[in-house]
T-cell receptor, first 112, second 114 residues
Framework: DADVTQTPRNRITKTGKRIMLECSQT?????MYWYRQDPGLGLRLIYY???????NKGEISDGYSVSRQAQAKFSLSLESAIPNQTALYFC???????????FGPGTRLTVT | AQSVTQLDSQVPVFEEAPVELRCNYS??????LFWYVQYPNQGLQLLLK??????LVESINGFEAEFNKSQTSFHLRKPSVHISDTAEYFC????????????FGKGTKLSVKP
């Protein structure tokens, strides 16, 4: 079984709808991250969490919110989706004191 | 703020040819450096990393990267590529501080042709 899982893997939604992307991990890592990937722009950090009570904004947090329900679960929400949020979204984890991150398979989100 | 520059957005090569994917970073402080690979329709996988020690690091599938502090570079090389190496490659840097977040380059698409 994969160590970092994301649901759904693909989602098409309409402008103005609320949507939640979920991430779960079995690696036992304290730190979790949400990124979005756009062609030619690489990965940009949306939010990160160092533990259940520690959530921080990343480079591009506007229009997004997150919830760390447990050590193993970190959800990303789009309260009112807009077309320029169409992207590939990745969840990642890392262990305390280590920089390398481990990525989930991604969620492809399309906002029409 | 740190930044990472991947000088080539696309690199087409023929099978069995050598390849170099270039990466430069901006920070002058101690850094940790990474290369990630993304195969089509998959997530990112850690390919190799430099944390300290030997400046030449190797992956299990024949890639290597050399940390060059004076040139602030961490180029990725392979002496002979395979079709299966076709993927997008991302260079990333962390300052390893209390946050230690990764800053990614914009990626280089390696296309290996028969």
């Amino acid at each position: 079984d994969a160590d970092v899982t994301q649901t759904p893997r693909n989602r098409i939604t309409k402008t103005g709808k609320r949507i939640m992307l979920e991430c779960s991990q079995t690696k036992g890592h304290d730190r979790m991250y949400w990124y979005r990937q756009d062609p030619g722009l690489g990965l940009r950090l949306i939010y990160y969490s160092f533990d259940v009570k520690d959530i921080n904004k990343g480079e591009i947090s506007d229009g997004y919110s997150v919830s760390r329900q447990a050590q193993a679960k970190f959800s990303l929400s789009l309260e009112s989706a807009i077309p320029n949020q169409t992207a590939l979204y990745f969840c990642a984890t890392s262990d305390l004191g280590k920089s390398e991150q481990y990525f989930g398979p991604g969620t492809r989100l399309t906002v029409t | 703020a740190q930044s990472v520059t991947q000088l080539d957005s696309q690199v087409p090569v023929f099978e069995e040819a050598p390849v170099e994917l270039r990466c430069n970073y901006s920070s002058s402080v101690s850094v940790y450096l990474f290369w990630y690979v993304q195969y089509p329709n998959q997530g990112l996988q850690l390919l190799l990393k430099y944390l300290s020690g030997s400046t030449l690091v190797e992956s299990i599938n024949g890639f290597e990267a050399e940390f060059n502090k004076s040139q602030t570079s961490f180029h990725l090389r392979k002496p002979s590529v395979h079709i299966s190496d076709t993927a997008e490659y991302f260079c990333a840097v962390s300052d390893g501080g209390s946050q230690g977040n990764l800053i990614f380059g914009k990626g280089t698409k390696l296309s290996v042709k028969p």
